[in-house]
């Protein structure tokens, strides 16, 4: 991996969805810049309807896994990147110069749950899957403390 990108995990509670999503859209549109992985405190498995809206975007994201934070232990991150309120209360201190950023995003499976029909919940997938995808095109600048070479 080349040591001159950024090294970001993007953290959710089941790396399931968001925090997939969240590493689907880096890898795609900013491997250039960043060296992304996801993870979760616990592991929920993938969420299929995540893989659905992804592949809209034309994204696969189908040979990702639901990672516990412990496999990751080895990295040393750049940024670790919450993206649900959940994973942002229960976050592990980090050594060295790592720094926590939030971006808190709704939970897609709850928002999907009050409809019975599944076009109605994929929506909720899309909506938060836009939000994750604007949010990652403004990286890295966007990062506190964010210095460019």
């Known amino acids: 991996m080349n040591t001159d990108k950024l090294k970001i995990l993007f953290l959710c509670t089941g790396n399931s969805c968001r925090s997939q999503m969240a590493e689907g859209f880096a890898r795609h549109?900013?491997?250039?810049?960043?060296?992304?992985?996801?993870?979760?405190?616990?592991?929920?498995?993938?969420n299929q309807n995540a893989?659905?809206?992804?592949?809209?975007k034309g994204i696969d994201i189908t040979t990702h896994s639901s990672k516990l934070l412990d496999e990751l232990a080895d990295i040393t991150f750049d940024y670790v990147v919450t993206v649900c309120g959940h994973a942002h209360?229960?976050?592990p201190v980090f050594s060295g110069d790592c720094k926590m950023v939030h971006v808190g995003?709704?939970?897609?499976p709850k928002m999907a749950q009050k409809f019975d029909d599944i076009e109605l919940q994929l929506d909720?997938?899309?909506?938060?899957?836009?939000?994750?995808?604007?949010?990652?095109?403004?990286?890295?600048?966007?990062l506190p403390d964010f210095e460019e070479n």
Request: aromatic residues 8%; charged residues 30%.
């Open 29 to 46: 549109l900013k491997s250039d810049q960043l060296d992304v992985w996801s993870a979760g405190i616990e592991r929920h498995g993938m």
């Open 51 to 56: 893989i659905q809206v992804m592949k809209e």
């Open 89 to 91: 209360e229960t976050c």
């Open 105 to 108: 995003f709704d939970d897609p």
């Open 124 to 142: 909720c997938y899309r909506k938060v899957r836009d939000e994750i995808e604007q949010y990652i095109q403004t990286l890295p600048q966007s």
